[in-house]
């Protein structure tokens, strides 16, 4: 008899994250976390929400948060300047700042603040030296293979609802523990959908990579043309996560088969829910934010271990 | 009385460089250069020409010089290799490879292989780590500001031919060498006018970057929207760099004002070389390749230092 669909709060899969990060605090650090700064630079009414929200979690967990308001033409140098502080072990901006406006460097001069980011400090690892491990599967930001580079939140957050959720087969050697699994993720912005199918490869997934105008195969850090169409490859697929930024889409539920794991990282839901759940052993994700921010902390933690702590502890 | 226009040789420019490296691996190396290896993965005859030329230019200058001919299947593959072997001190990769074939990265598989080349080895000074130093202005490698960031050999070689040509005023302080000076790009690619144009304005020039679409000004580090056109912008520039990757581009000689340094870049000539040696006072150098090699064994040669020698030495 087939299982009736389940919705999964993500408070469940952040609440064990945060608890430790509460406990380590309070005992190895003796009540004196790592401190982040987080730089909003706009008049963006849900940068301000977040920033409020990373802060208060942070603040919960014992970590030290000052949020700093600057003018955008301040905003390089006022994250220069934190790069070079040794007080501040972690740095956040909430984007947009500039938004499409084009920087020296070639892309936007968002792309370019965050690329400017100390990847001693860079807790959203979306700084271009952590992208470039990512995508090569290089995991240690040293050759003794002592410091593990940090992966970027929102994608991590995925990786850990998925382990959460058994998607993960532990049995199996590392860089294999997604061997057999087909994942459609609908979105390939650099921010979410690209490095996510990236860390889901490099664990042994088949990740099929949807955006508006193609469809990818990504396999252990190659890219492959193939010929499904969406629909296909999302029903073959034990995992679909959608990222689609506008109120109007829909994932078809026809294309969903049963038994899927369906993950909405959107911050609209893509997702009909009610008709959703009537699907036989569906497993429904419909936020991730609440594990995003413990990934930011775990992150953060990570830094400060790797660059900040003399003698080094490895904590997690 | 005007001056009448001149015509510079690169290998004018290129040759002490050239010899300063061979008298410095005769002498403190004791004739064992270090180790370039090149790889060439792909049919192409100009590639092919570039291996063999620069290949010739290290063996002469007392650098030890290997072509690795590979699949370019195997490539990435066999560029991580050089990166982990210590035996190779520098790796050259002959583009284009795969062309615009788009990695997993977001960008061209071409772009992948430039950035997977280890900051340890990259004589061209175009992977991701160097490029962002350079947009950044951070000029070192290490905090104690010992080991200099090796910079992108074609815009180098500029830069060199600019100093020999005295437009480099070196009674003013560093970073302001070339205050006052205006200079107008033709090309903004990644590979030579955009790091080009940054490397200027990191030494105090406003620099036009004029493309099919758009003009820019250049100031520290800072894109500004500028209302001239690229007629305005050339006459009063004192330095015009051309680099129009096809045959039928002619700079219009109406652009070019009396005493004005002109550079071609390009590998097609993109002036009317009799036409332009008629303006008064006119400097024109029609080919850098061989200041590009001098600036690839240049690179090759800090990164030794500052990577491979114990105890390090300082070599220019």
Redesign the interface.
Known sequence: MSQPAVKINASDVAAPFSAAMKEYVRTELRGIGPKLVGFLANDDDSARKYAEWTGKACVRDGIRYELREVPKERL?EAV?DANRDPEVHGILVYYPCFGTF?????GTMDD?IR??ISIKKDVEGLC??Y??NL??NIRYVDDERTQKCVLPCTPLAIVKILEHLNVYNFAQPEGEHLLGKRITIINRS?IVG?PL??ML?NDGADVYSVDINSLYL?RR???IECTETPEEAAKKSDVIITGVPVASYKLPLSWVSEGTVVINVASHKNVDEAALMQIPGVKYVPLVGKVTVAMLERNLMRLYENFHMKPRKMWQ
Chains 1, 2 share one sequence.
Not at 102 to 106: E, H, I, K, L, Q
């Open positions: 390089q220069e084009p920087s020296f460097y070639g370019f690329d400017s271009q030296y992208r470039g995508y090569r650099d690209r199918a990236a490869a990504f850090g190659k890219l």
